[in-house]
């Protein structure tokens, strides 16, 4: 087909493939402006110039199946490049191979492996990878989507990913096609665009003569009028009146005055489908919700569409197309799919659905997206099968299609029982995903008339939770909604004698529910932090019986008193951990605070690094950023403090903007702790400060508890040991530890410093002592290491106190909490110096000078340093590196400062909110910052910005 016009579009699509670097570009325009017509023209042009072109179209059917899209457009590329890694026949060099990281992210992105998806940094790198593996053949490269507004979130996201890091790689290019009038995935993007507008009259004229050029006078007016240099509307127009004339023609268009555009042209496919026979429609119904012939590219079809058969009659009245390349009939515009689906009735979309379930039998969510818009009447075996569907959707990041699908299964359920555990399994997913208001009508609807039914509580008791932090109230409904299932007939712990012949009751058991409401019971007395609670909640747990799983018990046990109940258990969370890929996100959050808690939680710190973006991006928020506060601990321990700071600014905006009030205040108590060890003391105790005035009054100690240590090592910091004092006996009393405190175990070296400093040596000494006799070397490797340094701090003789630095020093995890291994070393140094001499203490004190100096703890690298040249040594201050804002980071803060929220920033910008808060949590360290009132005092004390980037 001849263009006509579009001068200004060739010249920017020409611009485009002669740039050197890798470029991305969105065309943006509405539907028949000729979007398609630009990317065929852009694809053939690549061609002739030696490009591999690959292409792609999105699938509105396909828009909830997480990578589905992704899968479509790399398909071609990926066999080949499998083959050659595996076994490369042309002596291609190691490097143009595609690495085993790249290739097991895309398997398990495409479900090639049981492993959880990547999230999209890791997959985009991947991608990023396979494209380099590609060009580096020598051939470049264009990738082409189409209907870009259809494609699926997560593969939407990587794409976005891969286009802003185009530039700087040779030999390839992302053109993407997407509806101005449509919510894409591509709108928050930030990849460069061109708007496609309407034809000029002159053009629209041009074209219309070049096709219809035998029109009335009259009609060929009305024609130009009602296009408005729509190219397609130009084309089909003159047709649809090609069987009227004069007034008839006038009155029909005349008719549609108002209507928009696409609707007008849907009334002509509308019109030519009603003249076909009732077989052909049926099998242009199977092809339009399939998605059939969707433009898949050169490569072979990444999985089975529907083909169409016998279409001749569709191809001769304009309503397909045959496809040159590969011979089949595809549909001539997306609005002819849309137009097929709207005609049809429901008995025939519903006959359609069952047909294509059939085809897609081998892939289970494919087959669900069928299933439950084929079944009318309830029917167990579907129901079943969305359900199991729900459940692969959830542990591959896909928590939102899981709620639907969940809930068409409940509909589908033959009895009230499966209905209503169906509805209160979507409630729990979508508690779980952040969705709290759509679970509470979803946990009503799951028992009717009532706000206690288990899934009420369940959602009422997570809003109440993390949105306002009520804790007390919260324990007592909980308590009595467990109680209620505990004493429901059949569910006595003395029913419960299986016997080992017995079928375990498996992922659906009818305790699932009491299961989560345990889980949520937990947590809610671990926030609560007091012993009055977590006894209450244990005598529960003992009722219960053979009820209560060893989970609960692991999670009661570590959660709530590690020094009193946590013995024992850090073999059985290890345990526990090695399967992480077979659990529901929620599942690996609560195992992994065990972990913490029993200082192991470094391995299971890459698989939450792995998957939280991906709970994120599919708004699984609460596990999202119960993910980051655990990153943020581990990175905390090990001493990794700026990028702890990162995390922290991540997980606090989130929280903010999310509207959860107790998981914002609890980072800010992280942070709070940061700040403290560092040394930044005005900023720990602002923090403090609040996160105390917020959590005191709604009685959450594991929040005060945390304000208290902060104050400790804020003031130990500063050389304040008796501010230090008082605030470490606010945690627990010298010489004990105080029941359910969990703070009391952690902050024993505060305690005992602090002591020693002020003069209380027996206060000192009675608490290390405590710490022996109760067992905490056992309980956890830092436990083991702060024991024996308060030992050592308090030794009554020297001999005793250089075993105990000796095996403080020695132990195998000593490095994995380099801040405590510091402290132990200066204390050591210290001790060494005044008994032994200057020369016995160099060697300690050294090590502690360098330690905080990694760490950037100027306090304390001070006071090292201050024993270092009373030791006879003046070591060497390194200076830090400035850290400078880049120009984006500088401009989002500037608007912050101004007083804009994220999404106004975003818009401005044209950037995501959840961009801009990613740019806020990297300026906010390099400003020394942590909340936004901040900003404007500190904008004004840095150096100009960075140069804006080249346009």
């Known amino acids: 087909m001849v263009m006509v016009g579009r001068d200004g579009e060739r010249a920017r699509l020409s611009a485009f493939f002669r740039a050197p670097d890798g470029q991305a570009l969105v065309l943006r325009g509405e539907a028949g402006v000729g979007k398609s017509t630009l990317l065929d023209l852009a694809a053939r042009l690549a061609a002739e110039d030696g490009h591999l072109v690959v292409r792609a179209t999105g699938v509105e059917a396909e828009s909830g199946l997480p990578h589905s899209g992704l899968h479509q457009l790399l398909y071609p590329l990926l066999p080949d490049a499998g083959r050659n890694s595996a076994a490369p026949s042309d002596h291609r060099p190691e ?27 890791a997959l985009g790198i991947a991608v990023l990878d396979l494209l380099s593996w590609t060009t580096a053949k020598g051939r470049p490269l264009l990738l082409v989507l189409d209907d870009g507004q259809w494609l699926d979130g997560a593969s939407a996201a990587v794409c976005g990913f891969v286009g802003r890091r185009l530039a700087g790689r040779p030999g390839v290019k992302l053109l993407v096609a997407v509806r101005a009038d449509t919510a894409s995935p591509f709108d928050s993007a930030a990849l460069p665009e061109a708007p496609i507008g309407a034809l000029a009259d002159a053009d629209a004229t041009r074209l219309l003569d070049l096709h219809h050029p035998q029109l009335g ?64 429609r049926a099998e242009l119904l199977r092809g339009a919700l399939d998605g059939a012939a969707a433009r898949p590219g050169d490569g072979p079809a990444p999985i089975a569409r529907y083909r169409m058969r016998e279409v001749d009659e569709a191809v001769a009245c304009g309503l397909l197309v045959v496809e040159p390349v590969t011979g089949e009939p595809a549909f001539r515009h997306p609005l002819v799919r849309s137009s097929i689906v709207q005609l049809a009735t429901p008995d025939q979309r519903r006959s359609a659905h069952r047909v294509l379930a059939q085809l897609h039998r081998e892939y289970p969510e494919r087959r669900a997206i069928h299933l439950a818009a084929a079944t009318v009447d309830p029917e167990e075996g579907v129901a079943a099968d969305l ?46 995903a952040d969705h709290l208001g759509r679970a509470r009508s979803l946990a009503l609807a799951a028992a009717p008339g009532t706000d206690e039914s288990p899934a009420a509580v369940l959602a009422d008791s997570y809003l109440a939770l993390y949105r306002d932090g009520e804790v007390r109230a919260t324990h007592r409904r909980i308590v009595a909604a467990v109680e209620r299932l505990r004493d429901s007939p059949g569910r006595r712990p003395d029913h419960l004698d299986q016997g080992p012949d017995q079928p375990d009751q498996g992922p659906d058991r009818p305790d699932e529910v009491l299961d989560r409401l345990v889980s949520l019971l937990l947590a809610v007395s671990q926030y609560a932090g007091d012993r009055a609670t977590w006894q209450r909640t244990h005598e529960l747990l003992a009722t219960l019986g053979e009820l209560a799983t060893e989970r609960a018990w692991m999670y009661g046990s570590t959660w709530s008193d590690v020094v009193r109940h946590g013995a024992g258990w850090s073999r059985r969370v290890e345990r526990a951990s090695a399967s992480l890929e077979d659990q529901d996100p929620w599942d690996v ?58 995390t922290g600014h991540r997980a606090l905006a989130l929280a903010t903007e999310r509207g959860h009030g107790l998981f914002a205040h609890q980072t800010r108590a992280y942070l709070a702790q940061l700040a403290a060890v560092r040394g930044r003391t005005a900023e720990a105790r602002e923090l403090q400060a609040t996160v105390d005035a917020w959590a005191r009054p709604r009685g959450i100690g ?41 703070q009391a ?29 109760t067992g905490l070397p056992d309980l956890s490797p830092r436990l083991a290491l702060i024991t024996h340094g308060a030992l050592a701090m308090t030794a009554e003789d020297d001999t005793e106190a250089a075993a105990h630095y000796a095996r403080a020093q020695s132990h195998p995890a000593a490095e994995r909490f380099p801040f405590e291994l510091a402290r132990i070393r200066l204390a050591h140094g210290i001790a060494v110096r005044r008994l032994h001499g200057a020369a016995a203490a160099r060697l300690p004190l050294t090590q502690a000078a360098h330690a905080f100096d990694r760490l950037d703890a100027p306090a304390w690298a001070a006071r090292a340093r201050a024993e270092l040249r009373a030791a006879g040594v003046a070591p060497h201050t390194p200076a830090p590196d400035p850290l400078p804002l880049t120009w984006q980071e500088r401009r989002v803060a500037e608007l912050a400062a101004g007083g804009l929220t994220n999404k106004e920033i975003g818009e401005q910008m044209r950037l995501s909110p959840r961009t801009v808060s990613a740019h806020l949590y990297r300026a906010f360290p390099k400003l020394g910052i942590t909340t936004r009132a901040a900003l404007r005092d500190a904008l004004t004390r840095v150096s100009q910005p960075a140069p804006a980037p080249a346009p």
């Open 745 to 773: 175990s952690r902050t024993l070296l505060d305690l005992v410093e602090a002591a020693l400093h002020t003069g209380r040596a027996e206060h000192a000494r009675a608490h290390a002592l405590a710490a022996r006799d």
């Open 217 to 280: 006078r009259q009609v060929r007016g009305l024609v130009l009028e009602q296009a408005g240099g729509n190219p397609l509307a130009l084309l089909e127009l003159p047709a649809h009146l090609a069987s009227g004339a004069g007034d008839r023609a006038g009155q029909y268009l005349l008719g549609l005055h108002g209507v928009p555009l696409p609707r007008r042209i849907q009334e002509i496919y509308a019109a030519r489908l009603a003249r076909l026979g009732d077989t052909v």
């Open 702 to 742: 594991f929040l005060t508890q945390i304000a208290d240590a902060v104050g400790a090592t804020a003031a130990l910091s500063a050389g304040d040991y008796e501010t230090a004092f008082l605030h470490a006996i606010g945690i627990t009393a010298p010489g004990a530890f105080r029941p359910y405190a969990y």
């Open 95 to 121: 490097v143009h191979r595609l690495s085993a990281t790249t290739r097991a992210a895309f398997d398990a992105a495409f479900g090639r492996s049981d492993g959880p998806p990547p999230p999209v940094m």
């Open 589 to 646: 959050t609560r195992l992994a605070v065990s972990a913490y808690h029993l200082d192991v939680l470094g391995p299971l710190r890459p698989y939450l690094e792995r998957v939280v973006d991906r709970e994120l991006d599919t708004g699984a928020m609460s596990s999202g950023i119960v993910m980051l506060h655990l990153v943020l601990l581990d990175q905390l321990a090990l001493g990794q403090w700026d990028a702890a700071e990162r």
């Open 387 to 432: 359900e199991a569907a729900a459940r692969s959707a959830t542990r591959r990041g896909g928590a939102r299609m899981a709620v639907s699908w969940l809930t068409r299964a409940a509909e589908l359920s033959e009895t009230r029982v499966d209905r209503s555990r169906r509805l209160g399994e979507a409630a729990y997913v979508a508690g779980q």
